[in-house]
């Protein structure tokens, strides 16, 4: 079964960090890229980063770039997200997603993980 | 950056009647390889995101028929063809031809 699982989040104060994960499992991990996409509380979906198979690419949206960074391990079938200064604003439900692509960085996002909560409060 | 805008935001149907959805682009999405990366995502409650149609009118796996996906340039419309109950939720279109990757705010479609 193809799978993602997300773990790491949690309540953290204004300005400290944290660290996300995404395992995967049930394709080859190695084939694509893959991303990480946000959702506030009641709110749509922002696009947050990505990385090519190889990590050869990368990109951020502007919201978060400077403050995250995105890295993947293949020897482990792993996504991660390292956040750092982080914000009231980055308070949000943080989803792990495969792309379709096996050439671009971005194509669509076919497999989805359940996400995990990110709660940036004092 | 490209702006999505969908319309309508919310959309309340009738059981086995027909629903469409409209996604505008401020910009083309034909991306210089000639392919045009508009995908449709349904968000039912309480549920991570899922894959409905990408590059204009691909259907997923899995995906049934009654939905339907088409459109060119900067236009696009997702089609419901006989909604039903489990189709509940939240749809959103999302652009990849230019960076950065782009939603639109998400249309809610609800039962009468």
């Known amino acids: 079964e193809v799978q993602l699982v997300e773990s790491g989040g949690g309540l953290v104060q204004p300005g400290r960090s944290l660290r996300l994960s995404c395992a995967a499992s049930?394709?080859?991990?190695?084939?694509?890229?893959m991303h990480w996409v946000r959702q506030a509380p009641g709110k749509g979906l922002e696009w947050v980063s990505g990385?090519?198979?190889?990590?050869?690419?990368?990109g951020y949206a502007d919201s978060v770039k400077g403050r995250f960074t995105i890295s993947r391990d293949n020897a482990k079938n792993s996504l991660y997200l390292q956040m750092n200064s982080l914000r009231a604003e980055d308070t949000a439900l943080y989803y792990c997603?495969?792309?379709?692509?096996?050439?671009?960085?971005?194509?669509?996002?076919?497999?989805w993980g359940q996400g995990t909560m990110v709660t940036v409060s004092s | 950056d490209i702006v999505m805008t969908q319309t309508p935001l919310s959309s309340p149907v009738t059981l086995g009647q027909p629903a469409s959805i409209s996604c505008r682009s401020s910009q083309s999405l034909v991306h210089s390889d000639g392919n045009t990366y508009l995908s449709w995502l349904q968000q039912r409650p309480g549920q991570p995101p899922r894959l409905l149609i990408y590059?204009?009118?691909n259907r997923f796996s899995g995906v049934p028929d009654r939905f339907s996906g088409s459109g060119a340039g900067t236009d696009f419309t997702l089609k419901i063809s006989r909604v039903e109950a489990e189709d509940v939720g939240v749809y959103y279109c999302m652009q990849a031809t230019q960076f950065p990757p782009r939603f639109g705010q998400g249309t809610k479609v609800e039962i009468k």
């Open positions: 590059k204009i009118s």
């Open positions: 997603a495969k792309d379709m692509s096996t050439v671009i960085l971005v194509d669509a996002f076919d497999i």
């Open positions: 049930g394709f080859t991990f190695d084939d694509y890229a």
């Open positions: 990385i090519s198979w190889n990590s050869g690419s990368i």
